[in-house]
């Protein structure tokens, strides 16, 4: 595989005259992909009807001269601001009811009928008009799908598509909705929440007190799978006129709507990196932690949703927008320490990436992002992290081709799972993203290569599976993954509750083949720890196990928290860092896996044919014979 750099354009941004000196400079930087229109409804039908392709036209066609790749947006995440005029209850309301009113982007209800005839209409002019152009090479359906909060939506339409959602997933006998089966399926006897028709459910929102955890988790679905519908109204259109790949750009820790089943109607799945962003927005960390990984991001928030995303693409994946310079978004927006552009870059590809592309080609001077660094600088001078991106088309001149090669563990990210903690999560600073990703970091501490899996995937092949928190496994994946020839950690809170979110008896989780019930359950608070015997505690939450299995970890009091037979474990609780190293540890010594502890900004990743060593520290550091020059890409 032939892995290639881009970039994020807007020519609607930029004088006409600049986009022949545009196009060339980046040819001549090495750039193979440039992402182009993705916002630029207003430009392309200033009024409604009046169509102004002309400008597409030439941009296209000046950058397909200079030999580059254009990938199209679809412009679906800012309509412009007749379509309000048009379509007035196409908004979103938040859970106050509060409308998500124009100005910004992403203004709009999933579940709005006529938006979706708009954007149908729009998206089928796009391609028809360039699905043969063969400087149209891929295309990008919309922009971060769930970016700014914006899945749930609690409108009209949305209630009226939700009932409707509910009537076919509680069929009856005559797929007309049996309300008595929801009834059942939600246990609204509770509280005398019972419904009489499908008419009278509202959206779980504006209760005097917290809804019903089944009507909130069916809600869930339901907005998930208008993410998935209205994608596929997208990928359908642009299928019938056009060969090229389609992506869409997901953003980091969104999880709101389930990536894989918006990934089942695409090709490519793309995801937008902004490491020094989400070390300030989207990690929950000390501040000597922060302090320390400030100008580099964390080191394994990247790889993770690297080895996320190709799952989701199923083998396929880009990186669609990598953050260049000092981003304005975070609560604090440094400057990466220089080499980290080329860093991340490579990273990316030592984890399989087919495209890097950078966002954004020139720093705006104008509106929300002119504080948003780019690899131009907004008077068209060189910006730093341009250099860094001709580096690494110079290396990949000569580097090896990418191979790609299963690794000997698996962790599964669940979706669904992430909506119950956040639904369910009994006690504060829990949730089922942050539980996958902590197992995941002391995974990597050891130096290992990870694939992520979906639910019900096959796990042939691995030595070792994590299943941290996936609180409803469906029983035939559960069955099938006890029987595996991999050793499989399951928990916390693994089949924790059936589909309608209650809790199952025989109690959990019921595994065949392991003695383990959990009989209660606790949340404690975080300067609460309970120490384990041998370094380190269980924190925050914790199960307590009953059994005959072998316990393998227990509390300096007595309590066991990880029990196992000889190919499965249950552990009851979120350990902190050096307990959940242990535990991992302990697993694939089990396993057969050979496993190093690296020193911390340290990390490694194997793709078949080599291994790729990333230091993300300031300063040298050895790891056993190897010296990691400072902020390095080390290939051995
Ligand atoms: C992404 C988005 C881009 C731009 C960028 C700024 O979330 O897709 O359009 O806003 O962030 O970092």
């Known amino acids: 595989m032939k892995r290639t750099l881009g970039t994020c354009y807007y020519p609607e941004h930029w004088p006409r005259e600049t986009w022949e000196d545009d196009a060339r400079r980046m040819a001549e930087a090495g750039l193979t992909w440039v992402r182009i229109g993705e916002f630029a409804w207003s430009r392309l039908e200033p009024t409604p009807g009046d169509y102004q392709f002309d400008w597409l036209d030439d941009a296209i066609s000046i950058l397909g001269k200079h030999g580059l790749r254009v990938v199209l947006g679809t412009p679906t995440a800012t309509p412009p601001r007749w379509m309000l005029d048009k379509h007035p209850d ?75 959602w509910l009537r076919a997933r509680y069929p009856g006998t005559n797929n007309a909705g049996d309300i008595a089966a929801l009834n ?8 005398s929440m019972e419904y009489g028709d499908f008419d009278e459910i509202a959206l779980p929102n504006l209760t005097v007190t917290e809804p019903n955890p089944a009507h909130v988790m069916d ?26 790949p389609i992506a869409h750009n997901y953003m980091g820790k969104i999880t709101e709507f389930d990536h894989y089943k918006v990934g089942d109607d695409l090709e490519i799945a793309s995801w937008d990196s902004y490491p020094l962003g989400f070390l300030e927005d989207r990690i929950t960390a000390p501040d000597t932690y922060k302090r320390t990984y400030a100008q580099q991001g964390d080191p394994d928030f990247q790889a993770f949703h690297h080895d996320l995303y190709r799952a989701v693409g ?20 440094p400057s990466p320490l220089p080499g980290m552009v080329r860093l991340w870059t490579w990273e990316a590809f030592a984890h399989g990436a087919e495209a890097v592309c950078y966002f954004r080609w020139r720093q705006a001077p104008f509106a929300q992002e002119q504080m948003h660094a780019g690899l131009l600088r907004p008077d068209s001078a060189d910006a730093p992290a341009i250099h860094e991106a001709r580096e690494v088309f110079s290396e990949l001149e000569n580097a090896p081709e990418a191979q790609a ?31 996958a990703f902590h197992t995941y970091r002391a995974l990597r501490r050891l130096g290992l290569s990870i694939d992520i899996l979906r639910p019900g995937a096959d796990v042939r092949g691995y030595k070792a599976v994590f299943a941290p928190g996936v609180m409803h496994l469906p029983e ?5 993954l006890c029987a595996s020839d991999a050793l499989t950690v399951f928990g916390p809170r693994t089949a924790a509750r059936t589909a309608d979110f209650a809790i199952p008896t025989p109690l959990p989780p019921a595994l065949p083949g392991l003695d383990v019930t959990v009989s209660r359950v606790e949340t404690i608070r975080p300067d609460m720890p309970r120490p384990l015997h041998g370094g380190g505690a269980a924190q925050l939450y914790v199960e307590e ?43 694939c010594a089990r396993a057969g896996i050979e496993t190093v502890l690296l020193p911390k900004g340290v990390r490694r990743r194997s793709d078949g044919a080599h291994t790729f060593w990333f230091n993300h520290l300031p300063q040298e550091t050895q790891v056993g014979d190897l010296a990691l020059p400072p902020i390095s890409v080390t290939r051995t």
């Open 90 to 164: 196409m908004i979103a309301l938040d859970e106050h009811g509060r409308p998500r009113g124009f100005g910004s982007r992403r203004h709009y209800c999933f579940s709005h009928e006529g938006y979706r005839a708009e954007c149908a209409k729009i998206v089928t002019l796009l391609a028809e008009r360039y699905g043969k152009n063969p400087h149209v090479a891929a295309w990008q359906t919309d922009n971060e799908y769930g970016c700014h909060d914006t899945i749930l939506s609690y409108s009209d339409a949305a209630r009226d598509a939700f009932q409707t």
């Open 184 to 191: 059942a399926a939600w246990g609204n006897v509770f509280w």
């Open 219 to 244: 809600y869930r679905r339901f907005a998930s799978d208008q993410v998935v519908t209205f994608n596929r109204l997208q990928t359908d259109i642009i299928r019938q006129h056009s060969g090229a």
């Open 314 to 333: 199923k083998g396929r994946w880009w990186i669609m927008e990598q953050q260049p310079g000092p981003v304005n978004w975070a609560p604090y927006n």
């Open 405 to 435: 090669a299963q690794a000997p563990v698996a962790l599964v990210f669940d979706y669904e799972a992430d909506w119950m903690w956040r639904i369910q999560p009994q006690g504060q600073g829990l949730d089922g993203f942050d539980l």
């Open 476 to 480: 035939d994946w559960k069955q099938s």
């Open 545 to 587: 196990l009953d059994g005959t299995a072998e316990v393998i970890l227990s509390t300096q009091e007595g309590a066991s928290i990880l029990m196992a037979s000889d190919s499965n474990a249950y552990l009851g609780g979120w350990l902190d860092d050096e307990a959940m190293i242990r535990m991992a540890e302990w697993a």
